[in-house]
């Protein structure tokens, strides 16, 4: 394994570059799903810009018919948004939802129309209340509607990992044969254990490759949820069976436990290129700016153990680990935090840190003294009492620390 990007770079062999995946992010869509948040046009705009600058092929803006506010910020986003990003917007299997979608985006220099209809037993008899024949046909005038439309449609059959397996190559096979050119595999309820996702994610592409005749025509898409903490690790199966769309969030965020993170997809991605068929398009030093946005703007604090962006990715307490990171920061990291934009305080000094990360501080502060001098001695052992009480020592305590020694 390489440890970080420059590296992992340099140890790729084959000299052809893979083609990029397109990065589909539904933190406006999905993500705003999360309970309590609601987001409004500008702040939409703002999210989607900062997505669209940092590289990601698609921004699914919202759900348009769910509410007048949302319609508006879905057409704020469709015009605020230049050729560089597709703008999406979501619609059940439905003559009036694609109406309203299509409505909303159609300002967007590129736009994309994504349908969804439940096909699993549970989906269909408990929340549609439909045949398997009607829920086909219902795909099918919806795909057929949106292509009038646009040219580019995207279908979900929502709870594809609890459907049988047949039916889901039928549909899908119908989905195809209707004009949709992106189909999305959805883990709607995050019950996908990474290798079996994998397995179902091949199987099924090749189960629909063998009854259409423009197999090449046909992208294929991912949507993890985390409910076991797993939607992450799926994308990744996904990706390395060969999809061409992932989708994501930012921090994460979506409907119950969320989506696959934005930020982790990429920096696996980045720090172990060799494993991916695909390569991506984003600039990862804007990662963390954005996900503080997102953050700031939907109010949903990001955990301090999040991977990429949280407080602590970066944050070395134990001695152990800080002489390690101080000596050679690849010990105890797999990439750098200005790879993806974290600012934060690394080194944090707490009881296990040791006398190296203690003297290192110091020295920042503007103590000039030797670890053999007493004063360094009684300043130490004065510290490791003060952590042992209030767990994190900052700046200002070692000050007051020192005033008083
Ligand atoms: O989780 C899901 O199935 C969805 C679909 C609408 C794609 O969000
Ligand atoms: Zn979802």
């Not at 700016?289 to 949903?300: D, H, I, N, P």
Request: hydrophobic share 40%; charged share 25%; with cysteine.
């Amino acid at each position: 394994m390489n440890s970080h990007s420059t590296d992992a770079t340099a140890s790729i062999t084959n000299t052809s570059t893979p083609a990029p995946i397109t990065l589909f992010d539904t933190t406006l869509r999905d993500g705003e799903q999360s309970p309590g948040i609601a987001l409004d046009a500008a702040a939409k705009v703002e999210i989607a810009r900062l997505l669209s600058e940092m590289g990601v092929s698609v921004v699914e803006a919202g759900f348009p018919i769910t509410s007048r506010g949302d319609f508006a910020a879905v057409e704020a986003v469709a015009r605020a948004i230049g050729r560089r990003t597709t703008v999406c917007a979501l619609s059940r299997a439905r003559r009036e939802d694609i109406e309203t979608a299509a409505a909303a985006i159609a300002q967007a220099e590129k736009r994309r129309i994504h349908c969804f209809i439940g096909t699993s037993p549970l989906h269909r008899r408990n929340k549609l209340g439909l045949t398997r024949d009607q829920v086909v046909e219902q795909a099918v005038s919806a795909i057929r509607m949106a292509r009038n439309i646009t040219d580019d449609v995207e279908f979900s059959p929502e709870d594809a990992t609890r459907t049988e397996s047949a039916f889901l190559t039928r549909v899908i096979t119908a989905a195809i044969d209707a004009g949709a050119t992106t189909i999305n595999l959805p883990d709607t309820v995050g019950c996908a254990m990474p290798g079996w996702f994998g397995t179902f994610v091949r199987e099924t592409m090749e189960n629909v490759r063998q009854k259409i005749a423009h197999p090449e025509a046909v992208r294929w898409s991912v949507h993890c949820h985390n409910d076991l903490g797993l939607a992450t690790a799926n994308s990744i199966a996904a990706i390395q069976e060969g999809v061409d769309q992932v989708e994501c969030t930012v921090n994460g965020i979506g409907e119950r436990a969320g989506n696959a993170a934005l930020e982790e997809v990429v920096m696996a991605m980045t720090i172990q290129p060799e494993q991916f068929p695909r390569i991506h398009t984003v600039d990862t030093g804007r990662l963390g700016a954005c996900s503080q946005r997102v953050s700031a703007l939907t109010g949903y604090a990001i955990a301090a153990t999040k991977p990429v962006v949280g407080r602590n990715a970066f944050a070395h307490e134990s001695g152990i680990h800080q002489d390690g990171v101080l000596k050679c920061a690849d010990t105890y990291e797999i990439m750098r935090p200005e790879q993806v934009g974290w600012h934060g305080e690394r080194i944090v000094l707490g009881k296990h840190s040791g006398r190296h990360a203690f003297h290192d501080r110091m020295r920042a502060l503007g103590y000039e003294i030797n670890t053999q001098e007493s004063r360094f001695r009684a300043a130490f052992q004065r510290f490791k009492q003060l952590a042992e009480r209030s767990g994190v020592v900052d700046d200002t305590a070692i000050h007051t620390m020192m005033r008083t020694l």
